[in-house]
């Protein structure tokens, strides 16, 4: 029995927001997109986050990267990219992305899966964390987000209807269709 067992993995936040399909497809059916070039170059990539992937308005005092993280009160439990330790004692948690910033603002599962990552650091360190970076790499954006309650409420909604879909085993009703022409589990999705 794994020591994480019973906790979501983060990423399944972030999917939840993208397509609900997905974390149904992972964590009730046990069907997990096999592993691509790509995903292990952005696997790489995240391992050489650096302090100029921060916006200038942060000055890191020590950049942690890889750090993994845990939350039996929480139920979650994932690897965040960075870990920046500001002079003034500040935690902020870093996303690397490797795509590009879309519309000029961040997509909304890129804000949740940070949202729950500055969650476990308050979780786990005993602080209160405000904000966060997401960095994406195509195009070098590095917004600065506030972390917000109403973000944090989705977090907590996401990893609650997880639970019940792992429950119930039964698919969820949401689909984005939008998506399925360039998703791996197009073939085998119950869209």
């Not at 195509?138 to 987000?145: A, L, R, T």
């Not at 698919?171 to 589990?185: R, V």
Request: proline fraction near 5%; include cysteine.
């Amino acid at each position: 029995m794994s020591e994480d067992e019973g906790l979501l993995p983060v990423v399944a936040v972030r999917q939840f927001f993208f397509c609900r399909q997905i974390p149904y497809l992972n964590l009730v059916l046990h069907v997990v997109e096999p592993e691509t070039d790509s995903m292990v170059y952005s696997k790489d990539r995240h391992e050489l986050f650096r302090a100029q992937y921060l916006p200038r308005s942060i000055r890191p005092k020590k950049v942690y990267t890889g750090v993994d993280l845990r939350s039996e009160r929480l139920g979650l439990v994932g690897r965040l990219d960075a870990l920046v330790e500001t002079y003034f004692g500040e935690l902020i948690p870093c996303e690397f992305k490797h795509s590009a910033l879309r519309r000029g603002r961040p997509l909304l599962k890129d804000v949740v899966q940070l949202t729950a990552y500055a969650m476990l650091v308050e979780d786990v360190y005993g602080c209160v964390v405000k904000r966060g970076v997401l960095y994406y790499a195509e195009d070098g954006e590095k917004p600065e987000i506030r972390i917000l309650q109403s973000h944090r409420y989705m977090v907590k909604m996401a990893v609650k209807r997880i639970r019940e879909m792992m429950a119930s085993e039964e698919a969820p009703e949401e689909k984005n269709l939008k998506e399925c022409p360039s998703c791996w589990y197009r073939r085998i999705c119950y869209t």
